[in-house]
Every structure is written in C-alpha cells, then in structure tokens.
C-alpha cells in the first residue's frame, strides 16, 4: 500500500478496526478504505521462540509475516515497536508489516504476538506424458477433462497472446509481483500452464479443459516473495479456485517455521482448497523437501522420468519426520510452451507438479462435492506403486489419473460425528454446573435429523435444566452444532454420564466420568 499513516482493513467485509502505521505509534484520525484478500497464517507449533532464526541477525527495515493472538490489540503492539502494516489477514490475526530489525526481538517477546516469521523468497522448481499418468484413458472412460473447474497457477505469470494452445484458457488475471504486467516474462509460468491445459493437440495437456487463473507473483528471474505468494493466494480463493498449483519453493530449515507453508497448511483446512506443490529440487539428498512443499496438507509431487524412474533432482522426505512426498509425475523432458509460442522440453517438479493438478480438476469435475482431504486420500490411495522406491522418494507412487478419477465417481456419501464434551474437573454438590456437548461433522454430506441425550448413572446426578434429547436438527458437512445442559450433584461422589448422539442412521455413544466434591 502506498499510504504509510492509514488503512482501513475490513475483516469478513464485516468487523473494522483502525489501526496504527505512523512510525510514532499515533492513532490517525482519518482513515483510506481499502478492501484486502483473505490470508490465514497459522503460529508455528511447538517452537520454542517466537522470532524467527534467520531475522535475529537483520538490519535496517525489514518485512516479517507476524501471527497475533489479538488483532486489535496486535496492531497496537507493532505500531509501538514502530512497524508499519502492508497486508492484514481476513481470516486470522496475521499481518505482513515492516519493522525496524531492531525492534523484532522486543516485538515477539510481547503477549500479543504469536510469531514473527521471515518473509521467505523461492524460485521456480525447474513427448507429451499425459498418457504415462492416464489422463488420456481417463478421457475415454468417463470424458472428464477438467471442463470449467478454476485452477489457479501461482507463477511468473502465463502468456496466451503468441501461445495457440492457451487460447482463451486464462479468465481471470492478477499481478503481485510488482511488475505490473500479468504477461509471463520468464516462460516458467506459460510452460506449467501448457502442462494443464494446452489445447494443441499434438501437445495436449492433462486436463485441457480447466478455467485457469493467472497469479503471477514471481517475476522476470523467477523469484517469489512469500508475502507476494500469500496475496496470490487469497485472490486465487476468492475467485473460485479450487486447485491451486504451485511450483515453486525453497529449501527451509525447518517446515515449521516457514510462514508460507504453515498458510498453506491453514487454508487447505478452512477453505477446503486442494494445493499441488512440487516437492522441489534438492535430491537426492533425504530431508530436502522444499517448503511450500513440506506443507502437511499440501499433495506434494516428486518427479520420474517415462520409465518411472525417480529423478536425481527429485526431492526426498521425510521432512520434520513425516512421510514426503505424496505421489510423484513425469517431470523429466516434459515438452512446454514457451512465452513466444515456441515449444522446450523442460526438467524439475515444475512439471510434475500441474500433472496432479490436473488429475485433481478431472477429479472436482467429475465430483465437486469432494473436500481437500478427500482428494489428497484419492490421488494416494490410487496412484501405481513403485516397489523399487522408499515412501520418502516416491510417496504412494506415480499418480494414475483414470484409477483418481474412477475412485472419485464412486465416492461414497456420508456423514460422521466427531465429538466431545467439556465439563468442569470437578463440581460442588448441591451446586449446578455445565454440561455441554459438540459435534463436528467430519463427513461429506448433512448429518440430519441429529439428536443428542444424556443418562446419568445415579440420581444423584440429575439434571437441572436443558432439553433431553436435545434436537439439534442437520450438521451441514465439516461443521459444528453444540448442546448444552445443567446438571448438579447431589451428594458427593463419582458419576458416569452417557451420551447417545444420533444422525441418521449413525450413532456416537461416549461415556465419561463426572465427580462432585
């Protein structure tokens, strides 16, 4: 943003808050509307400090991607340690700012401040092989193509004027590189799109049938910004991507800590959006998966060659002890679209990476209804093994577009409760108390005509007040219903109270332990 002493920043399009820029930490009494994309950033976990390893030794200003526990009081926070905001998340309390370097220390020492992490920079990870991963079978059987799910392509931008076979493939563009151009002016971003969606028939690509949405955020030496890859993000979202591919990445020290990859961790959950990331190129060493790669919920690709052979370059997991990555793609000699028209063969998980991408929208295609974890679990469980091969170099194996996309049509419907119930430690006799109950529904579907009662196992322990069976009516899918009841102990003593939730035709019974003093 321009302006460096006000913003407005509308969290939801609902909740406002007015926060402090001015290097003197002064509330400004004006205030410029600006609307902002949705980002979510998650604190890392289990980390023993809250500034970043690498920004400890910085000078002068730098950016940092801060996670807060309290927004308005967060903002406070930065304007005191003289930090000025440049983007704020919508659907968490993470704000990119610049900062003093040395303020950051006293910065993530303060209650309101969850991390302060560095806004990491990447590169690029650098005869058609859309028959080796059988998109083309996949097309016989079923005519799945892809055909208008928005797949968005966070790169160096793609170029469709002097490329035929991207014609009218691109709806929708948007620069956050800084260069003020949507054009591909490093053909990274052109040749990963011509994997997806070329319409070249001699060259065509795994799922020509896609929406593609341009996101460049790297620019002409195909460099990437994790604050620049955070906005593409949120525009991909709230444009209607569904799959979001990306190839591009960095070796990290540790997946934890990178802000980028904990993002996308978050936003996979909590915007049921599927994110294909190549595993990078830093093999053949193990523990070399690049970050976003490294991403849990990310499906990371390796690379192969037509043989099914694991390339050198492909990186190798595991990475901060969990299994990577999750299915590998031809990735060797892929033959792509350059920005003038022409056509290079190309190496790197940059081009295994749109291959999954595109199974994945055959797959949205076929069923839209399917969640972020469904289709990780799909493309998984369906890929062609590689005995040869450890987890750790080649995940599940080679990703077999017709055997995800067979899966995928045959996707069971269902619903399913996962719950829980919250009471105090212990309750004082005589005394009413709490006893409150929440379900998450973790399937597909509505859990309707769902009911949950309670038995006590003495009538000592009765109950004050709260319907029972409480009705509580549909669950609608990977959402939460609560219910609630008062009960109180009349004698001392240790209580089993049973819950019975029912949702159509499942039932959750739990049994917990209550005691009175």
Same mark, same amino acid.
């Given at each position: 943003?321009?302006?460096?002493?006000?913003?407005?920043?509308?969290?939801?399009?609902?909740?406002?808050?007015?926060?402090?820029?001015?290097?003197?930490?002064?509330?400004?009494?004006?205030?410029?509307?600006?609307?902002?994309?949705?980002?979510?950033?998650?604190?890392?976990?289990?980390?023993?400090?809250?500034?970043?390893?690498?920004?400890?030794?910085?000078?002068?200003?730098?950016?940092?991607?801060?996670?807060?526990?309290?927004?308005?009081?967060?903002?406070?926070?930065?304007?005191?340690?003289?930090?000025?905001?440049?983007?704020?998340?919508?659907?968490?309390?993470?704000?990119?700012?610049?900062?003093?370097?040395?303020?950051?220390?006293?910065?993530?020492?303060?209650?309101?401040?969850?991390?302060?992490?560095?806004?990491?920079?990447?590169?690029?990870?650098?005869?058609?092989?859309?028959?080796?991963?059988?998109?083309?079978?996949?097309?016989?059987?079923?005519?799945?193509?892809?055909?208008?799910?928005?797949?968005?392509?966070?790169?160096?931008?793609?170029?469709?004027?002097?490329?035929?076979?991207?014609?009218?493939?691109?709806?929708?563009?948007?620069?956050?590189?800084?260069?003020?151009?949507?054009?591909?002016?490093?053909?990274?971003?052109?040749?990963?799109?011509?994997?997806?969606?070329?319409?070249?028939?001699?060259?065509?690509?795994?799922?020509?049938?896609?929406?593609?949405?341009?996101?460049?955020?790297?620019?002409?030496?195909?460099?990437?910004?994790?604050?620049?890859?955070?906005?593409?993000?949120?525009?991909?979202?709230? !444009?209607?991507?569904? &799959? =979001?591919?990306?190839?591009? *990445? #960095?070796?990290?020290? +540790?997946?934890?800590? /990178? $802000?980028?990859?904990?993002?996308?961790?978050?936003?996979?959950?909590?915007? !049921?959006?599927?994110? &294909? =990331?190549?595993?990078?190129? *830093? #093999?053949?060493?193990? +523990?070399?998966?690049? /970050? $976003?790669?490294?991403?849990?919920?990310?499906?990371?690709?390796?690379?192969?060659?037509?043989?099914?052979?694991?390339?050198?370059?492909?990186?190798?997991?595991?990475?901060?002890?969990?299994?990577? $990555?999750?299915?590998?793609?031809?990735?060797?000699?892929?033959?792509?679209?350059?920005?003038?028209?022409?056509?290079?063969?190309?190496?790197?998980?940059?081009?295994?990476?749109?291959?999954?991408?595109?199974?994945?929208?055959?797959?949205?295609?076929?069923?839209?209804?399917?969640?972020?974890?469904?289709?990780?679990?799909?493309?998984?469980?369906?890929?062609?093994?590689?005995?040869?091969?450890?987890?750790?170099?080649?995940?599940?194996?080679?990703?077999?577009?017709?055997?995800?996309?067979?899966?995928?049509?045959?996707?069971?419907?269902?619903?399913?409760?996962?719950?829980?119930?919250?009471?105090?430690?212990?309750?004082?006799?005589?005394?009413?108390?709490?006893?409150?109950?929440?379900?998450?529904?973790?399937?597909?579907?509505?859990?309707?005509?769902?009911?949950?009662?309670?038995?006590?196992?003495?009538?000592?322990?009765?109950?004050?007040?709260?319907?029972?069976?409480?009705?509580?009516?549909?669950?609608?899918?990977?959402?939460?219903?609560?219910?609630?009841?008062?009960?109180?102990?009349?004698?001392?003593?240790?209580?089993?109270?049973?819950?019975?939730?029912?949702?159509?035709?499942?039932?959750?019974?739990?049994?917990?332990?209550?005691?009175?003093?």
């Amino acid at each position: 943003m321009k302006s460096s002493h006000r913003v407005w920043f509308y969290l939801s399009c609902e909740r406002r808050l007015q926060y402090l820029t001015q290097s003197g930490g002064k509330k400004m009494n004006k205030v410029q509307s600006i609307v902002l994309l949705a980002i979510i950033l998650l604190a890392p976990a289990g980390l023993a400090e809250k500034l970043h390893p690498k920004l400890k030794d910085k000078t002068g200003d730098v950016r940092v991607i801060v996670s807060l526990t309290d927004t308005a009081h967060g903002i406070e926070t930065l304007a005191q340690n003289k930090c000025k905001a440049h983007y704020l998340a919508e659907h968490a309390d993470v704000v990119v700012a610049d900062c003093p370097a040395d303020s950051l220390l006293a910065l993530s020492e303060s209650e309101d401040v969850e991390f302060v992490g560095e806004d990491e920079v990447f590169s690029a990870i650098d005869a058609q092989s859309r028959t080796q991963v059988k998109a083309d079978s996949a097309y016989a059987t079923y005519g799945t193509d892809g055909y208008n799910v928005k797949v968005a392509i966070i790169d160096t931008g793609i170029t469709t004027s002097t490329v035929p076979a991207l014609s009218g493939k691109v709806v929708l563009s948007q620069d956050f590189s800084g260069e003020g151009t949507t054009e591909d002016m490093n053909s990274h971003g052109t040749a990963v799109a011509s994997v997806i969606a070329s319409q070249d028939s001699s060259q065509l690509g795994v799922a020509p049938g896609v929406n593609l949405l341009n996101a460049k955020a790297g620019d002409a030496s195909a460099s990437f910004v994790t604050s620049n890859v955070i906005q593409a993000i949120d525009w991909s979202i709230a !444009n209607g991507a569904r &799959v =979001i591919s990306m190839s591009l *990445g #960095g070796a990290v020290s +540790s997946c934890a800590a /990178s $802000p980028l990859a904990n993002y996308v961790n978050k936003t996979a959950f909590t915007n !049921n959006t599927i994110f &294909v =990331i190549g595993a990078g190129n *830093g #093999g053949p060493s193990a +523990s070399s998966i690049w /970050s $976003p790669g490294c991403a849990e919920h990310a499906i990371t690709v390796g690379a192969v060659d037509s043989g099914n052979n694991l390339a050198l370059f492909s990186s190798r997991g595991p990475t901060d002890g969990r299994v990577k $990555p999750d299915v590998v793609a031809p990735g060797v000699q892929i033959n792509t679209a350059n920005r003038d028209g022409t056509w290079s063969a190309r190496d790197g998980t940059s081009f295994s990476t749109p291959h999954v991408a595109g199974v994945a929208a055959m797959m949205l295609q076929m069923r839209s209804g399917l969640y972020w974890d469904e289709v990780k679990g799909i493309v998984k469980s369906s890929a062609v093994q590689l005995p040869s091969y450890t987890k750790n170099e080649v995940g599940s194996g080679l990703v077999d577009a017709l055997a995800a996309v067979n899966t995928a049509t045959t996707w069971p419907t269902y619903a399913n409760l996962s719950t829980k119930e919250t009471y105090p430690a212990s309750a004082v006799k005589r005394s009413a108390f709490n006893f409150n109950w929440s379900g998450y529904n973790t399937g597909n579907s509505a859990a309707t005509n769902t009911k949950v009662q309670i038995k006590t196992s003495s009538s000592n322990l009765i109950i004050v007040s709260g319907a029972n069976p409480s009705i509580i009516g549909s669950i609608a899918a990977r959402t939460t219903a609560n219910a609630g009841w008062r009960l109180q102990g009349k004698r001392a003593g240790t209580y089993t109270v049973t819950v019975n939730a029912t949702a159509g035709n499942t039932q959750k019974i739990d049994v917990v332990q209550v005691v009175v003093k």
